[in-house]
């Protein structure tokens, strides 16, 4: 009985009959009642069905069911996974299911029961723009099922597996719109409850579809070197054999097994470090297996002893385990001409490791208290639009994490890349509300500085709150963007209503109070934000206090004074709409908007100071009721950056990168080459482009080159006279 999950996998993939379904079904978990009842009305429910490829539908119920058994044995899962579709798909309903299997499985099934409109089968392709709310609306409502009970996502990734074995039977674009949903949003899932055995196939499987040519490359280099590969391997393994038992282990207490590894983390050292497989030197990997935690430290010794380790690639998650329970030493070490990870771990460890919180069913253990599954509660938005939530989610659960410590030494988990207010946030929303300052293995840092593995971080805080919205990009967790987001979201409607009568108090030469009360009479209060936002709107409501006013005078039309009429005034850089002359604009030099940044024009005469919306200085005025006036930026001109970039190690490599900038409409200004004193692979070029949006910029470059950072220099303020 439970077979693994990698030649259960190759079986799974050639079933097409139910009688095939079912013998493999029943060689890997014991028949009882329930199931056997479950599976004769699976296969009555489903009676007649078919699916894309052709078989009888029943089949798949029926293979999700094998593949959750092999991840878990607990019967209720199995029963589940059985009858995953029946209220989707038939005309039985949660009741049925809850008056035949009872509440357990019932609560299970609905929450595996997916909306018809966003039916895998049906799913929009790629090319279109509604798939990605469709998905997001799916994955929201999978992690609130899930978060009840978390035995709903395994058997979702179970199905999501046995749905990418049959994939080949879909047109090229739905099979490349649900790879990837799965590459994006359920691997990671697998990743986070440590189910490595998913997570691995669910990845390679995804990258199959994704990217076909690189896959068949990294599959014909690792086919070609196969006989090699196997010779290292097990040259390695028997050193260390021979090396462990000398040392003292009984033969028959540790086992060792090698592998090379997985297409898609194959692929992705390729991508993070700009190199060819051929440049990969440790893409060969052994398992070693012992019985007590003390034994894996033994093993280590004997390895480091006797092969030089790369002491930079050790990392200990026996002492320090991740989120999800895992456990294991791991290390890098030469063997002669080959570079070898080893990975250490108890025979328990290995258990959590390939299936994760399902091992708790799977082995019948106690529920580890290192295992934490706080992070599903964790990812709690607010109302972002449904894009928004989707990149969101991706952040959290798309990445690889890292292990930080507060001064207590309380360790935070977060992802690669996230920076010190990221950290500030997920110790407390207050403690990232206030961070104001911090120091990092005790010495200053800016608040935006990137984490590495094992930092000590003190956050120091402010008496009160602070607005980092412009850093709403910087920061990685979706935590840290979400507050952010929310709290300068409000923050720019109380800058926006306060401007808007600043603005409206200027035009008609009013004190602020008089446009307040003519906003209450006119029931404009809630909507008066609008004005500093959009011409238009400002426009109407001029418009609108104009004709109020012809209504309440009692003079004949002939002695009223002429309405003030809104005028345009165009600068270098800005376009101002007031009822009074304009004749410069300047900076306060307290602030850095660069262009397409929110900013505000306070009137001072017939001059206009510009500041950027989120300015402390600006707010002070805004709460002085400083005349202000209605401004936008001009038309977009050709926008400056500084570019650094990795180059390939090869001939023409500069000349590509110029040949690529040119076709993307993109002036070069200055060139800099790594000297002596840098690494020579580096090039930093000043640019000018007509794109305004550096994200957008740096994505078009990403496809071609390694681009390590993009600066915009188009300083607005810069280029005033």
Known sequence: ??????????????????????????????????????????????????????????????????????????????????????????????????????????????????????????????????????????????LICSIEDVRVLIIKLCDRLHNMLTLDALPEEKQHRIAEETLVVYAPIAHRLGIAALKNRLEDLSFFYLFPKEYARIDAFVTSHSQDFQIKLNTFISKVKTLMVHNGFKADSFEIFGRVKHYYSIYLKMQRKGISIDEILDLLAVRILVEKPIDCYRSLGTLHLHFKPLIARFKDYVALPKENGYQTLHTTVFDDTSIIEAQIRTFEMHKTAEYGIAAHWKYKMELDSSVNIEWLKNLQYQNESIEEFYELVKNDLYSEDISVFTPAGEQITLPRGATVLDFAYAVHTQVGERASAALVNKHAASLLSELKNGDLVRIITADHPIYHCTWVNAVKTSRAKSHIRTRCNQRRKEIDRMSAVNILAATFNLLPYEVEEWLEEHDLKDQIYRVARDLGYYKEIVGRFVESRKEKSILPTIFQLPPRKIKRFDFENFVIYASDGVNSVEFDYCCHPKRNDPIVAFRFGNKAVVHHKFCEKAYSWLQKHTPMLFIEWSASKLSRYRILVTMKDEKGALAKLLGFLAKIDTNVISIKLGDANAQSNLCELVVESRENDPARLKSLLDRRFKVIEIVSLTDAYKQLP
């Open 1 to 142: 009985m439970n077979p693994a999950l990698e030649p259960l996998i190759d079986v799974v993939r050639s079933i097409r009959t139910i009688e095939e379904a079912e013998e493999i079904f029943f060689d890997t978990i014991e028949p009882s009642e329930q199931i056997e009842e479950a599976l004769a009305f699976a296969k009555e429910a489903h009676a007649g069905q078919k699916r894309k490829s052709g078989e009888p539908y029943v089949v798949h119920p029926i293979l999700v069911a094998t593949i959750t058994a092999t991840i878990s044995s607990d019967e209720t899962m199995v029963v589940t996974a059985l009858l995953h579709d029946v209220v989707e798909d038939t005309p039985w309903t949660i009741e049925d299911i809850r008056s035949r299997f009872g509440r357990d499985v019932a609560h299970l099934v609905e929450g595996l029961t997916k909306i018809i409109e966003i039916r895998e089968s049906e799913l929009l392709p790629s090319t279109s723009d509604e798939k990605l709310v469709t998905s997001a609306l799916s994955f929201r409502k999978m």
